[in-house]
């Protein structure tokens, strides 16, 4: 069975470019959650989707960050546009609504100079 | 509001030796746990989890954890480190909020296993 999967896995830019990360998430899972995960701290949550509603995005940076997840599958994070501060690694997961149990991609670096 | 406190950052082992990574939570309502690992440049991967029943869980590469509701912890241990344990481990909480789970990470703790 294959796992959430990621892309890309690394990406530097400039400050005030765009950027945009996929993720397919494993088939049959109906959240989806976007983490960003800053060096040597845990994962905080940025958007959470049940299907195809965000049902807890209080996290997510609204004026630059934005998310969608079309059909209830894929999803994709775009910042618009990048900051020094935003160079971290963007976490996506996927799991069922009730157990809270997810399954995490590999995540995307970025590095924004 | 939930939180979760990893009390140590770093923790140092001989191979072979026992170590414990410890957890402390807070809320107000029952609640899921969990630990996950972190290999460099890799993604998080479940350990263990403690949804209800007994306490004490087992998870893959010979970690366990004990669930203790009056101390609200969640430890981690194992018996005997190899070198490839050699991690950052995150504990989390989930709660059920509005009919949905909400999951909350701890720091971290950095596990480095010297032979």
């Known amino acids: 069975e294959a796992g959430v999967v990621q892309s890309p896995r690394y990406k530097i830019i400039e400050k005030k470019q765009p950027v945009a990360f996929w993720c397919n998430p494993i088939s049959g899972h109906n959240t989806l959650y976007w983490y960003l995960q800053n060096l040597g701290q845990g994962p905080e949550l940025l958007i959470r989707y049940e299907n195809e509603e965000a049902v807890d995005d209080s996290q997510l940076p609204k004026d630059r960050f934005s998310a969608e997840r079309l059909k209830g599958v894929d999803s994709t994070l775009k910042i618009q546009p990048a900051e020094l501060g935003d160079s971290a690694v963007y976490l996506c997961?996927?799991?069922?609504?009730?157990?809270?149990?997810?399954?995490f991609g590999e995540g995307s670096r970025l590095t924004v100079l | 509001a939930q939180s979760v406190t990893q009390l140590d950052s770093q923790v140092p082992v001989f191979e072979e030796a026992p170590v414990e990574l410890r957890c402390n939570y807070s809320s107000s309502v029952s609640v899921y746990l969990f630990w996950y690992v972190q290999y460099p440049n890799q993604g998080l991967q479940l350990l263990l989890k403690y949804l209800s029943g007994s306490t004490l869980v087992k998870g893959i590469n010979g970690f366990e954890a004990e669930f203790n509701k009056s101390q609200t912890s969640f430890h981690l241990r194992k018996p005997s480190v190899h070198i490839s344990d050699t991690a950052e481990y995150f504990c989390a909480v989930s709660v059920l909020i509005q009919g949905a789970q909400k999951l909350v990470f701890g720091q971290g703790t950095r596990l480095t296993i010297n032979p």
């Open positions: 997961a996927s799991g069922w609504v009730n157990t809270g149990e997810l399954f």
